[in-house]
């Protein structure tokens, strides 16, 4: 049975610093693409970045401010967090796409985290 567990949110004030972690298990953790999304109450999902083999992406309002990783061995995925805003405040999930074909084609994903929240204090 595949879970993926986020981990590593909190709250913290403006200009603080978190590291999220998502941990995936029952599977071989061999992605095509692993993403970091977020939602705040009453507004949309939104990517914040994503990783696939061909490099990463951010949002323009993280650039600089975020980055993304993961240790395969460990099977984790991790946002690192910086000079955080409260703007920033949401439900972080993490989203992965297994390695298949046209995988790279494909906008949905396999799985996904049950979320890890965020909260910044100005």
């Known amino acids: 049975q595949v879970h993926v567990v986020e981990s590593g949110g909190g709250s913290v004030q403006a200009g603080g610093s978190l590291k999220l972690s998502c941990a995936a298990s029952?599977?071989?953790?061999?992605?095509?693409?692993m993403s970091w999304y977020r939602q705040a109450p009453g507004k949309e999902r939104e990517l914040v970045s994503s990783?696939?083999?061909?490099?990463?992406t951010y949002r323009d309002s993280v650039k600089g401010r975020f980055t993304i990783s993961k240790d395969s061995a460990k099977s984790t995925l991790y946002l690192e967090m910086h000079s955080l805003k409260p703007e920033d405040t949401a439900m972080y999930y993490c989203?992965?796409?297994?390695?298949?074909?046209?995988?790279?084609?494909?906008?949905?994903?396999?799985?996904w985290g049950q979320g890890t929240q965020v909260t910044v204090s100005s």
């Open positions: 989203a992965a796409r297994r390695l298949g074909a046209y995988c790279y084609f494909r906008t949905d994903f396999d799985y």
């Open positions: 990783t696939t083999i061909y490099g990463t």
């Open positions: 029952g599977y071989s953790f061999i992605n095509c693409k």
